[in-house]
């Protein structure tokens, strides 16, 4: 079974310090692609960042970051230098080959900034 | 492109009365899919079409719901009848099928109140 977990349901971080957000999940397929999208109060879901399953480096773009360790199964989102606005909900998502192509979703993770 | 189109944006319906979400998907995207999101169970797949065919069902909660893709460009969610549980955000989002670094691209979603 595809499954996609995220232990924090709640998080804070001071403005301007970094914050990691985890992800665990779990699959037996080989080739699988995770994905991190942002919804801010205003609703709409906002994708941030990829890393594929066969990727040798950690995915980059802009503050965010994935640390992923294929091992452990995590792939954890990293802001750096928080922003007032990054305050949202952050949900983890994975895409599976031989699941028909669906998106696999966490329970999210909201992240507060504090000025 | 202007991406996935959700209408309406909102509607408030009565208890009983029929509901049709329509969606139009990004040019081009064989992948579409219909979620649901409530404070209480999160962001729940209810199905997905690949190629306007539908694949997985199983998360529709019952028979009050039925999903129709006619075409690659257009796809309805009704609920028939509607009831007070049924009030959430639904979000339509579509994707490249088989393209694994392809994220949902969702659209802004139905915020629909049953009262």
């Known amino acids: 079974a595809q499954k996609i977990t995220q232990t924090q349901p709640g998080m804070f971080v001071q403005e301007k310090e970094a914050v990691t957000l985890d992800c665990t999940y779990d699959?037996?397929?080989?080739?699988?692609?995770l994905f991190w999208y942002k919804q801010p109060s205003s609703g709409e879901m906002i994708f941030l960042i990829y890393?594929?399953?066969?990727?040798?480096q950690n995915a980059t773009e802009g503050r965010y970051s994935l640390n992923f360790q294929k091992a452990r199964k995590s792939a954890n989102l990293v802001i750096s230098a928080s922003q007032l606005g990054d305050s949202a909900m952050y949900f983890c998502?994975?895409?599976?080959?031989?699941?028909?192509?669906?998106?696999?979703f966490g329970t999210g993770t909201s992240l507060t900034v504090i000025p | 492109d202007a991406g996935v189109i959700q209408s309406p944006r909102h509607e408030v319906t009565e208890m009983g009365q029929e509901v049709t979400l329509r969606c139009k998907p990004i040019s081009g995207h064989n992948s579409l899919f219909w979620y649901r999101q409530t404070m209480m169970r999160g962001l729940e797949l209810l199905i997905y079409f690949n190629n306007n065919v539908p694949i997985d069902d199983s998360g529709m909660p019952e028979d009050r719901f039925s999903a129709k893709m006619p075409n690659a460009s257009f796809s309805t969610l009704k609920i028939q009848p509607s009831e007070p549980r049924d009030s959430a955000v639904y979000f339509c989002?579509?994707?490249?099928?088989?393209?694994?670094?392809?994220?949902?691209?969702f659209g802004q979603g139905t915020r629909l109140t049953v009262v």
């Open positions: 699959t037996s397929d080989p080739s699988y692609g």
């Open positions: 998502a994975m895409r599976v080959s031989n699941t028909g192509n669906q998106f696999y």
């Open positions: 989002a579509s994707s490249l099928l088989w393209v694994w670094n392809t994220e949902a691209f």
């Open positions: 890393q594929g399953s066969y990727d040798q």
